[in-house]
T-cell receptor, first 113, second 116 residues
């Protein structure tokens, strides 16, 4: 077990709604990355936060946004939900931003109806 | 652009037999390669990584991986499979974006089924 916890574990929303997913990183880790894992696919990089600043973003639209707090926990916010946003959202923490080893949470399964 | 490919969606192996899960990569420069495992309803767990050094990398749970530069492969292996090894395995390469961010690019995953 890693020390990364995510909440909620499951969520059902309807198209057009907004959602906030939460992640508590492993103790001592100052970097959080978020990944989207669609069914049958590998995880895809959404963005990364290092010391409370976004320092990299994947190919996701601006309606995907995030925050990192002083205790290094993090939120992923998605506005104007679309059906294709249905996926497992994974949070991963690491120490430093070089990401030589990621520690993943169990994920939040989001279903958009 | 960096990428990895996992050519097999599923690999079946009998318990006690050796297993191999294949991965090929395409990178510019020196590759940083990883294997992660995902059990049902769980996040990904780190198995091993290759950065430099010996081509045979040893990792968790008795797994190892062989880096082959000429074949651009990084296959995951285990000498004797256990039923508990049944899971989804992901190969990944670490990429550096122009912003300087280090991110992972994952393959599509290979489901390993170990049969008793």
């Amino acid at each position: 077990e890693t020390g990364v916890t995510q909440s909620p574990t499951h969520l059902i929303k309807t198209r057009g709604q907004q959602v906030t997913l939460r992640c508590s990183s492993q103790s001592g880790h100052n970097t959080v990355s978020w990944y989207q894992q669609a069914l049958g696919q590998g995880p895809q990089f959404i963005f990364q936060y290092y010391r409370e600043e976004e320092n990299g973003r994947g190919n996701f639209p601006p309606r995907f946004s995030g925050l990192q707090f002083p205790n290094y926990s993090s939120e992923l916010n998605v506005n104007a939900l679309e059906l294709d946003d249905s996926a497992l959202y994974l949070c991963a923490s690491s120490w430093g931003h070089t990401n030589e080893k990621l520690f993943f949470g169990s994920g939040t399964q989001l279903s958009v109806l | 652009a960096q990428s990895v490919a996992q050519p097999e969606d599923q690999v079946n192996v009998a318990e006690g037999n050796p297993l191999t899960v294949k991965c090929t990569y395409s990178v510019s420069g020196n590759p940083y390669l990883f294997w992660y495992v995902q059990y049902p309803n769980r996040g990904l767990q780190f198995l091993l990584k290759y950065i430099t050094g010996d081509n045979l990398v040893k990792g968790s749970y008795g797994f190892e991986a062989e880096f082959n530069k000429s074949q651009t492969s990084f296959h995951l292996k285990k000498p004797s499979a256990l039923v508990s090894d049944s899971a989804l395995y992901f190969c990944a390469v670490r990429d550096i974006a122009t912003s300087g961010t280090y991110k992972y690019i994952f393959g599509t995953g290979t489901r390993l089924k170990v049969l008793a």
